[in-house]
């Protein structure tokens, strides 16, 4: 179960690129439900954090995620964390619809909050997330991990602000996934949990549309759900697309799925092409198809001086965490705008909502 | 204004396979409005149709004509064509909205009828041909050169009829072209003439989802166009994308446009990626973008055994031509049924109706 065969302990690890000096910036994590919490663990260390102590209920997870980060305190309650004036920001990977009640507790203890994504799964807790942050000054941050913890998706983001490929009017993203029904939680097959697929594996893609284009707001024009396959899974959504159109007129299309098929090599062949006046980017996100053993970070830049590919593994890194940390630490926006964090959740949301069962 | 250039003069010659002996099946050109006509040409012949004449108003096509194919008589008007006996099929590359017209004379002349996609621009066009070919019995085939004159296309149909990835449930193509707008013609820009981008290039999407799927009608869900970047050009979409969902529960997603950067080493990067139950499929056909001179016909198959890539370049040659012949000689439908030829045209003329303007 590593990252070949699954993506749910996605969980790179980058170059130390610590922004502050030890014991500047302490966090905490609570709730282990998706293997998510070690990507966001890994990028806050590397960037300069200390992880203080942890709190699950589930002392398997517990025992796991104290075995990877040895120095960390074994809490015994969530309220042990939230009580610890020391601890600045909380980490969390709860179930995808508790992670807004548990962000909730973490703000109105006055810490600052970063969740795995989808960070919410509907427009109630978006409210409640929102009345928090004006209520308390806090942050509910998110860990938007297909853009802020892939090297080329960083790059990409890098190129397209030097111009590279002009004006962007597109981004086409392709989100397969394996679906290792074997060992996957309960809770990943009820939809009431997990959110369904637009709003799940949905979130990365439309946080890359907006990155990406720039758009601050967005329609959802049309958006698709399907179990093509998985009857045995009546709540799952096997398949899930939409069609997105941005306040700026840019426009997105994604397919997000679980049908990665067993002799891949990877979890899943993500993309992304990006559509610009000027030119145009590809990612191949984690591996490049039909090459044996092959590395992720692979970026393909075509306009109109030339037609490029790099490999940026190891080369790019995630400056997302420094930021964060530096923005929790001086109440600024860098790494992220809150506005930002949560219009890519309530487009997800929507999406989810309007969707139109088509198998 | 090569290949690389000019998707226009896209040619492709494959090896002789003759399916008749010489002079069974005469055939004939008539209007080359679009290079099309040199592909639509050259298949026939590598199957084994004798070119026997040509007729287009404007003296210098039928010079360029009449040199690539020395041997074709250069006729004097249509009519010479049309009543000429020993014709059995007529090809045409006219002005798109002027194919069906020309399809309705053929057909009246007793002759089969070999266009240029888009085969039609209106459903009004596309109730005339029908209800010619009722009344005549005749057919009114179609170029659709993306899929069967495209090597790594033949390929991937031969893959999922053998059960390669299970059951195809999404075919998500993109069809990028180079504009060139120096030496297009005027009509090309002129959107009575060209039909909209949805119609025009989009009908090689459509074909391909409902050959590579087995839907035999499908309902156009969402369709966008767009001048993102023409303004000199009103009446040019640059842009368009369209979401179907078929009759038998498979979902297509396309996006064409007009967008290939001058670096580019090809007129575009057109790619096919087709999910089923049981793998997928990527093609890459006509290059392979970031690697210096490549080749097209790329395909790559991963599914629960394997992860393959195969280069079929030269190997699988273009069965359509052969089969078309014989269709016409037995009338028998094995190249293409003609209700699927209308099928793709009835969609593409509604996605293109039915096209929200974003931008």
Redesign the interface.
Known sequence: MGIKSDGMNYAPKGKPAPVVKKGEFVFSAIALDHGHIYGQCNGLIEAGGVLKSVYDPDPQKMDKFCETYPNVKRADSEDEILCDKEVQLVAGAAVTSERCSLGLRVMSAGKDYFTDKAPLTTLEQLSAAKAKVKETGKKYMVYYSERIHVESAVFAGQLIEQGAI??V??V?G?G?HRLGASWRPEWFFKKEKYGGILCDIGSHQIEQFLFYSGAKDASV??S?I?N??HPQYPELDD?G?A?L?GDN?A?H?F?V?W?T?????MWG?GRS?I??????I?QRKYMQ???KDSKGGNL?L????????YNVEGKVGYPYFGELILDCLNRTENAMTQEHAFKAAELCVRAQMQA?K??
């Open positions: 002009g004006k009017i597109q086409l392709l397969p024009v049309r698709q399907a093509y396959n398949f697309d069609v159109v007129g426009s299309y397919r799925d049908f098929p067993d002799g891949l090599q062949d092409f559509l610009g006046t000027e030119g145009f590809e198809l039909g090459e393909y075509a306009n109109n001086k030339e037609e490029t590919f139109v088509i198998a």
